[in-house]
């Protein structure tokens, strides 16, 4: 009795071992895109959705004064919500020549468009450390998704209260 025994032939195996390569590629690739792509993408959506609404959100400073103008210590200011998004607090910056001082306002709720966000009836905000001779107090905007740096307001004629 003969037997033929006889392996895979040379272009079996080959077309095996490829089909065997491109589907692991195809579930390599497949996980990463699945994995690290799409997290990479919920987090520039994230970025870009409150970039968005930093386009549409602006204040304005109607008023402004200090406790003392040889050393101001407090600010009182009257500002007002005058963009499309809900304001949820402000970054107040008083600057002199040489140096800054900044208090960080929370508003008690959130403050909606044409709302004023901060009046002077509220009383004293008090600076992280008193400023001799104040120039400058800018005010800037923070919403939900984070502060919005380029929507800043300002006066520069700066009054004792």
């Avoid at 497949?30 to 959506?45: A, F, K, Q, V």
């Avoid at 929370?106 to 509220?122: C, E, N, Q």
Wanted: glycine share 4%.
């Amino acid at each position: 009795m003969v037997h033929n025994k006889r392996g895979i032939s040379p272009i079996i195996s080959t077309v095996l071992l490829i089909a065997f390569t491109i589907t692991l590629f195809l579930l390599v690739s497949s996980w990463i895109r699945g994995n690290l792509i799409d997290e990479s993408l919920s987090s520039t959506e994230e970025k870009l959705a409150g970039q968005l609404d930093c386009l549409s959100t602006t204040v304005e400073l109607k008023s402004a004064c200090v406790d003392n103008i040889a050393n101001a210590a407090n600010v009182q200011l009257n500002v007002d919500n005058t963009g499309d998004t809900s304001i949820t607090g402000l970054t107040i910056r008083v600057l002199n020549a040489d140096d800054l001082s900044s208090v960080e306002f929370t508003a008690p709720s959130p403050v909606p468009p044409l709302g004023r966000v901060l009046s002077k009836s509220d009383g004293n905000q008090v600076l992280s450390e008193a400023i001799a001779n104040p120039t400058r107090i800018e005010v800037y905007p923070r919403i939900s998704s984070g502060l919005c740096k380029d929507n800043v307001d300002f006066v520069t004629n700066i009054l004792a209260c």
